[in-house]
């Protein structure tokens, strides 16, 4: 299954919501310049229990947690060298709740790329050069772990979305690209999302989308980026930006009722991917789910429902075999 026929499927695809943030929730320690990627080495199980709890949720789309597992970051913390294995423990985790779930319905895993330097800080996007090698490296090993699909996220820069895009691109896998932007619209770089659009499309990804803006205002900068492009287009806010350089602090903007209720107007806008950034959870998950794919949910309900049957009648079974008389044995003469 790949996006394009998962959008065919539905008019809606939900795409999963925080890691980082859920992480901190969870007790893990998210400390920079790892950040989510703590977990993979301290609390993998916790990773993976999220990864189910939002496939629980109704997600469509599971995004590895490799949002801090390029190799320039590795390098800071002295852990060059375990790059490979991190990479593949993030996809092994998500692959592993979704075989631990045994979906009814197709659900991809999408392997996560982000910006090679701090979030928020455009300024210190590295060379060209950088680019190409550092993103052309993670997405070949995403690739080759067997992600479904890549998903470029929280780009700030031309320079950078389009380095990422051509090296998502070289993989042959379908890939989509999210910028992060200020609330008028415009890269956080202060360049024009009209010529970011423009600079993407002769990679051709699956969809554009917006993520890490607050659910106060990204439907503005949605319908801002839908009025530039007519393929898919998707978004995924936060609940409230963390502060720049602050890793566990996220404000809360909208309640996940409010922000589900948000939702409307991206999808009434023409958003066919919608999700959560900083600060969501699978309840504001469970909650556009609800909104947008209640079939989802009730296919669900209708495999809990056929499960718990057939426990019952397992143990009805049990109960009888242990009930029934037994004649004793005689034994071989």
């Known amino acids: 299954m790949t996006l394009t026929e998962l959008l065919v499927r539905k008019s809606v695809v939900i795409l999963d919501g925080a890691m980082g943030t859920e992480l901190h929730r969870e007790g893990v320690d998210i400390g920079l310049p790892l950040w989510s990627a703590n977990a993979l080495i301290r ?16 997600a469509d789309i599971l995004t590895t947690n490799t949002f801090r597992t390029n190799i320039r ?7 060059e060298n375990r790059w490979e294995e991190l990479n593949l423990r993030a996809v092994e985790l998500a692959f592993e709740a979704r075989e631990r779930y045994h979906p009814a319905r197709p659900v991809l895993v999408a392997g996560g790329l982000a910006p090679v330097e701090e979030c928020y800080s455009p300024e210190l996007v590295p060379s060209d050069a950088e680019l190409i090698d550092e993103h052309g490296r993670q997405a070949e090993l995403l690739a080759m772990f067997g992600a479904d699909m890549l998903l470029v996220e929280t780009m700030m820069t031309m320079r950078e979305a389009v380095a990422a895009a051509a090296a998502c691109a070289a993989t042959g896998k379908e890939f989509a690209v999210s910028f992060v932007c200020t609330h008028d619209g415009a890269l956080l770089s202060g360049e024009s999302l009209v010529e970011a659009v ?5 990679h051709k990804p699956a969809a554009i989308m917006i993520n890490c803006v607050s659910a106060l205002h990204i439907g503005e900068v949605h319908r801002r980026l839908r009025a530039v492009y007519d393929g898919v287009t998707g978004c995924y806010a936060n609940t409230g930006t963390p502060e720049k350089g602050e890793a566990t602090q996220t404000r809360h903007d909208v309640t996940p009722e409010e922000y589900a209720a948000r939702s409307g107007d991206w999808v009434s806008d023409g958003a066919r991917i919608v999700g959560g950034c900083c ?11 609800r909104r947008h794919s209640p079939e989802t949910l009730r296919l669900q309900e209708e495999e809990i429902s056929a499960w718990k049957d057939a426990r019952a009648r397992r143990w009805e079974t049990l109960h009888a075999q242990s009930d029934a008389p037994r004649t004793k044995e005689t034994p071989d003469s």
């Open 43 to 58: 609390a993998p199980h916790v990773v993976r229990n999220l990864h189910y709890a939002y496939l629980h949720a109704g």
């Open 73 to 79: 970051t590795l390098r800071r913390k002295g852990f």
């Open 198 to 202: 423009d600079a993407l499309r002769s």
């Open 279 to 289: 600060g969501t959870s699978a309840e504001h998950i469970t909650l556009l789910t």
